[in-house]
C-alpha cells in the first residue's frame, strides 16, 4: 500500500511539471521589415578611363560668314563676306575629369569682304590712310574685295559628354585665338563704267598691310554633336591701325567641322 501511494504521488508531480511547462508563454517573435539595402550608384572614375587613342578634335576646319560691326554708311558691302580656317590641334586632357581638356593649335584663317562699286586703297597713293572711296559715278569692278590672310594659335577649354568617344558625342568650347597678318590684298575683275558697260575685262591685284592691325585678338566658340557644330568668333582689337580708318570689329559666324 505504501508502494502504491508513493507512485501515485510522483505521477502527480511529473503531471504538474509538465502543465507548468505548457502554459509558458513562448517569446514573441521579431515582426519588424527590414527594408532591403539597395545598391548606391557609385560616381564614374573619369581618371581610370583609357584616353590613348581617342580622337579629339585634332584637325579643324571652319567656314563662316564674316561680318563687320561698326561699318561706316559711306562703305558699301556685298554679297557674302566669308571665312576659311583650318587648324591642327593638340589636346591636353584633365587627369581628374577627362571630359574637360585644353586644345592648342595652330593654323591659317583667311577673310574675303566684296564691295559694291568701291574702290579699298591699301597702298595709300590719294592719302597716308586706308580709304574706301566710292566710284559708282566712274568706272568700277563688277567684282571687288578684300582679301586678308593670318597665321594663328587658338587656344580653347573644351568639355566632351563622352571622353572615350567624343566623334559621337555633344562637346562645347569656349577660347581664343591669337593671329598675324600675313597677307592683305583686294582684287577688282571686269571693269565696267557707270552705265555698266564693259571697258575692260581683266583683273587688277593690289597688296600692301601697313594700314591693317598686324595682331588679331578673338574670342571663340563653338558647340557641336560628333564632328559637325556651329561656331562663332569676334575680333576684339582694331582691324586697322588706329588714326588710319574706320574701327572696325570684324566677326564670324559658320560651320566646323573636327575629328581625328
Not at 111 to 127: C, E, P, Q, S, W
Amino acid at each position: 500500500m505504501k508502494k502504491l501511494f508513493t507512485f501515485f504521488l510522483a505521477l502527480a508531480s511529473v503531471y504538474s511539471l509538465k502543465a507548468q511547462d505548457s502554459t509558458t508563454s513562448a517569446p514573441a517573435q521579431d515582426t519588424t521589415i527590414v527594408p532591403a539595402k539597395t545598391p548606391s550608384s557609385k560616381k564614374k572614375d573619369w581618371s581610370k578611363v583609357n584616353l590613348s587613342n581617342r580622337p579629339n578634335d585634332h584637325f579643324m576646319i571652319q567656314i563662316g560668314y564674316n561680318g563687320w560691326t561698326q561699318t561706316p554708311d559711306t562703305v558699301n558691302l556685298k554679297g557674302i563676306p566669308r571665312s576659311f580656317n583650318m587648324y591642327f590641334m593638340f589636346d591636353f586632357p584633365f587627369k581628374t575629369n577627362p571630359r574637360f581638356s585644353v586644345g592648342i593649335g595652330a593654323g591659317l584663317g583667311t577673310d574675303n569682304v566684296y564691295f559694291d562699286k568701291m574702290i579699298v586703297d591699301v597702298t595709300g597713293r590719294n592719302v597716308n590712310a586706308l580709304t574706301f572711296r566710292n566710284v559708282s559715278d566712274t568706272n568700277y569692278f563688277k567684282k571687288y574685295k578684300l582679301m586678308t590672310t593670318y597665321v594663328e594659335a587658338p587656344i580653347e577649354l573644351r568639355f566632351a559628354a563622352n571622353p572615350v568617344n567624343p566623334n559621337k558625342s555633344w562637346k562645347a568650347a569656349i577660347g581664343a585665338k591669337v593671329g598675324t597678318m600675313l597677307a592683305a590684298s583686294t582684287k577688282g575683275k571686269n571693269l565696267l563704267n557707270k552705265s555698266g558697260g564693259t571697258v575692260n575685262s581683266y583683273v587688277q591685284k593690289e597688296k600692301a598691310k601697313r594700314y591693317f592691325n598686324s595682331t588679331r585678338l578673338a574670342v571663340t566658340g563653338r558647340i557641336s554633336k560628333g564632328v559637325l557644330g556651329i561656331y562663332g568668333q569676334y575680333q576684339i582689337n582694331n582691324f586697322i591701325k588706329e588714326g588710319f580708318g574706320p574701327d572696325i570689329r570684324p566677326f564670324q559666324v559658320g560651320i566646323s567641322i573636327s575629328g581625328l
